[in-house]
């Protein structure tokens, strides 16, 4: 049987090969250390859980409506509010099953065949491949590391052509951990303005956030941009809820009124369950996402110095998110390899440490490490890595 073109246009995952080899060893009794988690290593805060469990008791285990609650709904409004300053109505805001499923709903809804997206690298591997299911056309703008992988306003208008209907800025961002300031958004901005380009937002790891820097989101820096952008958020790595799936999207009435009329017939409405303890999450204690954060910022600044001392390794020290993204094209060299994914291949084969190549992200000089695992593994990894670089470059 033949599959849709929009099927095989898919660009298989570069982590696949990596991920079933590193599972294969673990089955054979190999202690293999994965540093390629993309959630906190955390558990849900109790209090969440316990929402949750409360919920089911009290039979909240029916459809909801499509678009959420109107009690989560509220909640997220209210912190829109409390965070930025941001007045949504309900009717502007659609509760989706994780905010990858409220993204890829956008991009059906938004684009037409032939429409382009700009898209910064390095960028989160689901950008390209939700534009493409959509018909929609992935349009790269490489995110120098000079300028810790942010785009320019000048790269952003060389990439505007008639077709560009939106941009997807990730701040901070997967895999970097780069993160915009407000000059810089507001740059942006005003590239988007005069275009008429849609910016999507995604702030999904807004509340982790490092060494005294702000999350800004570029919606509050002016009547204008709120209206001409679409924030995607949601409480999987806020508060370490990645497996409960609640993600949201807030903005255009029209937008979201559309996005909502599709997942009722896609997903119908996001776990009743689950929304219940986003509300929780919300509504409690932030003292969880707090700790949560300071445990990732002490682990950074203590890995990351041990990292950049590894022979052939630089790398930018991210902002914000979980992840490390060193280039590692100098090391490759020294260990006369051919390329990162066959180093990386190697590096798990010899010394059991799984890392994620920077080809899926569209940055084949880099490879991602997450430091969303304990320190004494992590800090066991990179002996191992350095192992392997002084074993290969003799």
């Keep these: 049987m033949e599959l849709a073109n929009r099927v095989k246009a898919l660009t298989p995952s570069t982590t696949l090969a990596i991920t079933a080899k590193?599972?294969?060893?673990?089955?054979?009794g190999h202690n293999v250390i994965g540093l390629g988690a993309g959630e906190p290593d955390f558990n849900t805060p109790e209090h969440i859980i316990e929402a949750a469990y409360r919920a089911m008791k009290e039979g909240h285990t029916k459809y909801t409506a499509s678009g959420g609650l109107p009690a989560l709904k509220k909640v997220i409004a209210e912190k829109f509010k409390k965070d930025q300053n941001l007045d949504y109505s309900p009717q502007e805001i659609v509760v989706g099953t994780g905010a990858k499923q409220s993204l890829y709903s956008l991009f059906q809804v938004l684009l037409s065949d032939g429409d382009e997206?700009?898209?910064?690298?390095?960028?989160?591997?689901?950008?390209?491949?939700?534009?493409?299911?959509?018909?929609?056309?992935?349009?790269y703008v490489e995110g120098k590391e000079d300028n810790a992988f942010k785009i320019t306003p000048s790269q952003?208008?060389?990439?505007?052509?008639?077709?560009?209907?939106?941009?997807?800025?990730?701040?901070?961002?997967?895999?970097?951990?780069?993160?915009?300031?407000?000059?810089?958004?507001?740059?942006i901005g005003d590239v988007c303005l005069k275009h008429n380009i849609l910016i999507i937002s995604d702030?999904?790891?807004?509340?982790?956030?490092?060494?005294?820097a702000q999350h800004t989101s570029i919606a509050q820096l002016s009547p204008e941009l709120k209206k001409q952008t679409i924030i995607i958020n949601g409480v999987s790595?806020?508060?370490?809820?990645?497996?409960?799936?609640?993600?949201?999207?807030?903005?255009?009435?029209t937008i979201i009124k559309a996005m909502t009329n599709l997942d009722s017939h896609s997903t119908s409405n996001p776990t009743s369950i689950s929304?219940?303890?986003?509300?929780a999450a919300y509504e409690g204690s932030q003292e969880p996402v707090e700790e949560m954060r300071k445990a990732f910022e002490s682990r950074l600044n203590t890995v990351y110095e041990k990292l950049i001392q590894i022979p052939g390794f630089s790398c930018v020290k991210p902002k914000g998110a979980f992840y490390l993204f060193p280039n590692v094209k100098e090391a490759v060299r020294?260990?006369?390899?051919?390329?990162?994914?066959?180093?990386?291949?190697?590096?798990?084969?010899?010394e059991k440490v799984a890392l994620v190549p920077g080809s899926g992200f569209g940055s084949p000089d880099n490879v991602r490490l997450s430091y969303a695992t304990s320190l004494e593994k992590f800090e066991e990894a990179l002996e191992r890595i350095a192992r392997f670089m002084e074993k290969k470059s003799k």
């Design 334 to 350: 020294m260990t006369g390899f051919n390329s990162v994914d066959e180093w990386v291949a190697a590096l798990l084969e010899e």
């Design 156 to 187: 952003l208008e060389e990439a505007v052509t008639g077709k560009t209907k939106a941009i997807v800025l990730n701040s901070p961002s997967n895999p970097t951990g780069s993160l915009y300031n407000e000059e810089e958004l507001r740059q």
């Design 22 to 28: 590193a599972n294969a060893l673990k089955a054979e």
């Design 237 to 253: 790595k806020s508060h370490s809820m990645t497996g409960w799936r609640i993600g949201y999207a807030a903005g255009d009435s």
């Design 117 to 139: 997206v700009i898209i910064p690298t390095p960028y989160w591997v689901s950008y390209p491949e939700q534009v493409k299911l959509a018909g929609g056309v992935p349009v």
């Design 203 to 212: 702030e999904i790891y807004e509340k982790l956030i490092y060494d005294g």
């Design 275 to 279: 929304q219940y303890g986003a509300i």
